[in-house]
């Protein structure tokens, strides 16, 4: 699998390439410049992993970069990583579609955790329980999405037939979604949910 970092600054590139590595050491990461040559590097490279993506490209307006990437890659991670002011753009990238908001001006620990979280495998899941973080005020569409299917009952099994991806790809989410809430299974989810109103979602 490959993560393809759409920036078009190279020394941003070369940096958050570096982090990668950390990260997962020899993991495939691809630059891509600009939006409009994304697609062809993904058939030149490989299926994606993850997309870093910097809003400020020079073929991309405001959220436009993300709701291209998750009109094509819906269920693959996104890691909006940008100098623009969370502030301001954190909750409206998350609404969009992104997994993971990342300040560019941000401790490269605080990138690597980040990185970390977007990049876990079957085996670190099995072996990494949730571990409980900072109480969230915002969810991603996709957090949102698996609350709601969590209160329909819905299995792992059959909430990757609804989504039409994985089964492991549900567990990676359900495992983003615990660490985001601090919780450590999916009935403390549930409660969390209903405890903060969230099933209106």
Not at 2 to 11: N, R, W
Not at 80 to 108: H, M, Q, W, Y
Not at 128 to 136: F, K, L, N, Q, T
Request: hydrophobic share 40%.
């Amino acid at each position: 699998m490959t993560v393809y970092v759409i920036e078009d600054h190279p020394l941003m590139r070369d940096a958050l390439t570096m982090l990668i590595h950390r990260v997962r050491p020899g993991l495939k990461v691809v630059p891509v410049p600009k939006m409009n040559v994304l697609e062809t590097s993904v058939e030149k490279n490989g299926p994606p992993e993850l997309f870093c993506l910097d809003l400020q490209l020079p073929d991309t307006l405001g959220l436009s970069g993300i709701h291209t990437i998750k009109a094509k890659y819906p269920d693959v991670s996104l890691a909006v990583v940008t100098s623009s002011d969370a502030g301001e753009f954190e909750e409206r990238c998350l609404e969009a579609g992104a997994d993971s908001f990342i300040e560019k001006s941000s401790n490269p620990n605080h990138i690597i955790q980040a990185l970390k979280d977007l990049l876990i495998s079957e085996e670190e899941l099995a072996q990494e329980g949730a571990v409980p973080a900072h109480v969230p005020t915002k969810l991603s569409k996709r957090q949102k999405q698996l609350i709601l299917m969590l209160d329909q009952g819905l299995s792992n099994r059959d909430i990757a037939e609804k989504l039409s991806i994985s089964e492991h790809t549900v567990k990676v989410h359900f495992w983003r979604l615990f660490r985001r809430l601090g919780v450590n299974s999916r009935t403390q989810a549930l409660h969390f949910a209903r405890t903060n109103g969230w099933l209106g979602i």
